[in-house]
């Protein structure tokens, strides 16, 4: 086959300028953005839309759909393209190539370029050309800028100072060490931290390096036990965190006629005086009774009774510690004591402590007394007995024993 045909029979060339490819996006940009002019400048109105399909730009350029898509997305970017929205059920598009912004973009290119040489450091990507500029301070630090804006990116490396120390009121790092040990101290006494007092305490240290005060220091400065200073005394408390004895006791009657054991009555008695909501309507019912009582014992004495009745509450307790609860082990079976586990041996309690302890009389049940209250002979015996021995906590109102605590 002669030339002449073989050529005749490939058609038409389409056009393809080389140095338009770093404005367009690449090869396929160009071609396509070329045709696409051809086939305007054809139009009797230059800002006329041209309506065009894949097929007909492939048969015109030889661009695949695929490069077609890559082409139309690189010029839009550059703001080359436009597109109308495509109806789905069509292939038809419909294009308009900006001449206005391809000419400022000519015009930027060669006078940044001049004689339309590419620079071999130039790098276009498919969203925004990024070049790489170096610092002279400090060496072989890169910035990445963006050429369109021109502001340098922020780094995102801080710069941090060699061997950092908190800063704060402490004059040395022993006098902090010292605080923090103290700290942790507390916070194990306190169970504070959840079980984690070193958390704990380098929260309050933290704090303190960034300007807020801490009264754990101002008590530590003074040499005063840590927390000391920050007690609230209670309405109910002869000194913080110490309720006065018959109000706990009280308290501690309240569980035990519930049926809770002796040590969980206690606990959870404690618990209630602690909270200052609890232990706030608690006081004022105790006052409430204690005012009643009162008015009684005024009236009793007015009658010629000596000693009014007051609750066992009332009654002054011998304080038990554990010292003593060990003496009175020691004392009945030496091998059941405390610290029998430990090499210490428990001292003989003097003789004249030796004494035999009587047996606790065992208090009868509300149900045992009001069922024998029933009868003419059981009433008389259990009000004398009730009488005799307030201890118990019970009272006669309206032909009903109760319990004489109002909780």
């Not at 436009?82 to 789905?88: A, D, G, I, R, T």
């Not at 800063?167 to 504070?192: D, I, K, T």
């Not at 307030?390 to 109002?406: A, L, N, Q, R, T």
Request: aromatic share 10%; net charge negative.
């Amino acid at each position: 086959m002669k030339i002449g045909i073989f050529l005749g029979n490939l058609g038409n060339p389409a056009i393809y300028y080389p140095k338009l490819a770093p404005i367009t996006g690449g090869v396929a940009a160009s071609i396509f953005l070329c045709q696409l002019l051809q086939w305007q400048s054809q139009k009797s109105n230059s800002g006329e839309w041209v309506k065009t399909n894949s097929s007909e730009i492939e048969k015109a350029t030889g661009l695949n759909h695929e490069e077609q898509e890559l082409a139309r997305s690189l010029l839009k970017v550059r703001s080359l393209l436009k597109e109308k929205l495509q109806n789905p059920n069509t292939d038809t598009l419909e294009l308009w190539a900006d001449i206005d912004a391809f000419e400022e973009k000519l015009n930027n290119f060669w006078t940044s370029n001049p004689g339309g040489i590419i620079p071999q450091t130039t790098r276009e990507s498919t969203n925004r050309p990024v070049e790489i500029f170096r610092k002279t301070s400090p060496p072989n630090h890169v910035v990445k800028t963006d050429k369109y804006f021109g502001q340098p990116r922020q780094q995102i490396a801080v710069a941090v100072t060699p061997h950092y120390r908190f800063s704060g009121p402490w004059n040395s790092q022993e006098q902090l060490h010292n605080f923090q040990r103290a700290l942790e101290a507390y916070a194990q006494e306190r169970n504070l931290g959840f079980g984690n007092p070193s958390g704990w305490a380098f929260k309050i240290i933290d704090s303190m390096t960034k300007g807020l005060t801490s009264p754990f220091w101002e008590e530590f400065i003074a040499g005063i036990p840590l927390g000391e200073s920050q007690k609230v005394q209670r309405d109910w408390e002869i000194e913080p965190e110490v309720p006065y004895p018959a109000f706990e006791e009280e308290r501690i009657q309240y569980y035990v006629h519930k049926g809770e054991p002796l040590e969980a009555a206690v606990s959870k008695a404690r618990a209630d005086l602690r909270n200052p909501v609890l232990g706030k309507d608690l006081w004022e019912g105790f006052l409430r009774k204690c005012d009643r009582l009162a008015d009684d014992a005024l009236k009793a004495k007015q009658q010629g009774v000596d000693t009014p009745y007051l609750p066992s509450s009332f009654n002054e307790k011998p304080q038990i510690t554990k010292d003593s609860v060990m003496r009175k082990l020691g004392a009945i079976a030496p091998q059941s004591a405390l610290n029998h586990s430990t090499s210490e041996t428990i001292a003989e309690p003097p003789k004249n402590e030796q004494k035999e302890l009587p047996a606790p009389a065992e208090i009868p049940s509300i149900s045992s007394l009001q069922k024998a209250y029933q009868t003419p002979l059981g009433r008389s015996l259990v009000e004398k007995q009730i009488a005799a021995n307030p201890e118990w906590g019970y009272e006669i109102v309206d032909g009903e024993i109760v319990e004489s605590i109002p909780f």
